[in-house]
């Protein structure tokens, strides 16, 4: 097998979580991945389209769902059995930063000399601290950092000179160097994900483990598109806002992709996949015209699959009725953040709406052939009490009685972290946050304490951290209780919630007893505990599953498949025979010139 010239690595939020108790909550309930957050970022794939495309070879392993997975899985054992020419970590969402550098130690000790490189939000934002660590080589910042990476392999295996490469953050006989920050256009088709690509790679490392997306993509097999690089939009307590773009990446606006690549992506994943594709970003983002020449094309490609529309404002009119028309198959992502309108517009102004315009959509999206609207709302907000969080679910019932099953609501607290970049974690007592963690070092001890109660990084004036878990119980179990009053969910699903929700309770208390008097817990407690991500922190403000699109009896083109597949084992022997035949011949000539 040839050599690898990079190995992309997705780490668990928590190394060792399966040898630590510790109550993660509900903090990953409201997205397909588990507490481990075993869904690696898509810049993996955007990165290793462009970089193949340049004729490296990129190897994709995702450690934290092989270690969910398999509680057997060795992950020394796996890394010393491979050769690669340099390593990539993600640290792009901040709760993967136990999970990164524990990564980085292993990969070090494994091959001392490979060069280890790092890049995300996360990273770019702490780079100057991540790169003291003695396992980090190299930190790429920005969010279109392909070719500056295509860069830097080249150089490290050259052996080049590195001070020119944009975004590089690096050590030179141990002096940190900061190399300028540029914000340069994306590659032309910055983000298309490739599954012949994807399905190369499964055959060339016979290892399709590694390269699924979060536990249970079989079932539930969504593919995300993204629209947009950087957002119009300046929520308070987001890391991808417009403020936080502009500080960790100098975006100061959003760069769309061109309808035409768009819609080719959609295409090209539609060849393998019946699952939905959910476009990440308001398409109306980037203005009606835009929006309507997509539907258009959407409309002449004939895409079958289910298209997910995330919405952060309301649509001009007419827009839904364009939506219809282009597809059969369609759902909405509404995330109004909160019932009052007064916190909605605090966070964030530019996109504020009254709820009667959402309501006039919902009631226009249910009158068309929309499969489904989903409603999201947060616990944590500024201004948010105990009180308006449970109005927000008397809220929720108002929706279910003006609306039909199609309709569903969920609510979450925003956790573990507020973002970096934020204005919130900018300015946190601006906006009446209390910052438990502010460096990358203090929020890896944060992510290995015993409860999310302690893993939080904040509370506000208004909420205190323990009053923030016992709300989203709260909430969960009033929400939990509506949803069966109106049929939304099946009567199975929301009794096993309403009994984790009363589990969960049990435990973060019992643990909130220990810690405040500041006691070790039993050998039995702990043993209680251990491994309890699956029991209590999954599934408790809602059943996951009840983020899963309708399953097709056969979720994937398996023709299609497998024709890629001969074709990719046709050329594959076809090539090594070439170089079977070739090797003879050069040994002949030598032999031949040295006489």
Known sequence: MSQ?????????????????????????????????FEMYPLGFLTMTSYLEAHGLKVRIVNLALR???????????????????????????????????????????????????????????????????????YVLRGDAIEPFLYELLLRLKSGGELQDISNLTWKHDGEVRVNPLVCPDPPVGFVDLLPVQMMKMVLRYRDLQSVLPFNGWWKNPITAVFTVKGCHHDCLTCGGSSQANNLINLRKAPVFRTPQNLVKNIADISRFSKGPIFLVGDLFQAGEEYALDVLARLKSAKIKNEIIFELFGMPPAGSLQAIDSALENWSLELSPESHDEEIR?????????????????IEEALSLRCHRIDVFFMIGLPQQTRGSVLATIDYCEKLFKNSDRRLSCFISPMGPFVDPGSKCFEQPEQFGYRLFAQTLEEHRQLLVQPSWEKILNYETKWMSREELVDTTYDAAERLNSLKL???????????????????????????????????????????????????????????????????????FKWSEIFRITIVYLLGTLLSRRKRQRVAPRCAIEKKVDTG
């Open 4 to 36: 690898i010239d990079l190995l992309l690595l997705h780490p668990p939020s928590v190394y060792d979580f399966r040898q630590r108790a510790i109550m993660y909550g509900p903090i990953s309930d409201l997205i397909p991945s588990s507490p481990v």
């Open 67 to 137: 270690m969910m997975n398999d509680p057997t899985f060795d992950v020394p054992e796996f890394l010393a059995g491979l050769k690669p020419a340099a390593v990539g970590i993600d640290l792009h969402w901040l709760p993967h930063a136990h999970g990164s550098i524990e990564i980085a130690r292993l990969v070090k000790a494994a091959y001392p000399q490979v060069p280890v490189i790092f890049g995300g939000l996360s990273s770019s934002y702490f780079h100057q601290e991540l790169i003291r660590y003695p396992e980090v080589d």
């Open 345 to 361: 517009c605090l966070q964030d102004a530019t996109v504020f709406y009254p709820n009667s315009e959402m309501e006039a959509i």
């Open 485 to 555: 009053k109106y049929e939304r969910i099946k009567p199975e699903l929301g009794e096993e919630v309403a009994q984790r929700i009363v589990q969960a309770r049990q435990i973060n208390n019992s643990l909130r007893m220990s810690l405040d008097a500041n006691s070790e817990m039993s050998r039995e407690e702990r043993l209680l505990l251990l491994g309890e991500i699956h029991s209590y922190s999954v599934s408790t403000v809602c059943d996951k599953r009840e983020l899963f699109w309708s399953n097709h009896l056969l979720n």
